[in-house]
């Protein structure tokens, strides 16, 4: 099973918890997979970062060229769950 699935039914049976107002126990290694997926939903890069790290094009200035911008942008769409 890939970590997006578990991921995924981990957050299912948290939430199932939640509505029936019950504990969730997590194992360690559940909770160290939750941990890291929430660390990386919470960092949430901006564009701009984004299209610094990929562009080639360097010109002195701190500017990203129209292409990685663009790379850039659906990167950060993707990041916040848009369907593409």
């Not at 578990?6 to 941990?35: C, G």
Request: with cysteine; glycine share 6%.
């Amino acid at each position: 099973m890939d970590q997006t699935r578990s991921l995924l039914q981990i957050a299912d049976r948290l939430e199932t918890a939640f509505r029936h107002r019950k504990v969730a126990r997590l194992k360690p290694e559940t909770a160290l997979l939750a941990a890291l997926a929430l660390r990386s939903w919470c960092i949430n890069p901006f564009p701009q970062d984004i299209g610094r790290a990929l562009c080639s094009v360097r010109d002195g200035y701190s500017t990203v060229c129209m292409g990685c911008l663009g790379k850039a942008n659906v990167i950060h769409r993707l990041y916040n769950g848009e369907k593409m």
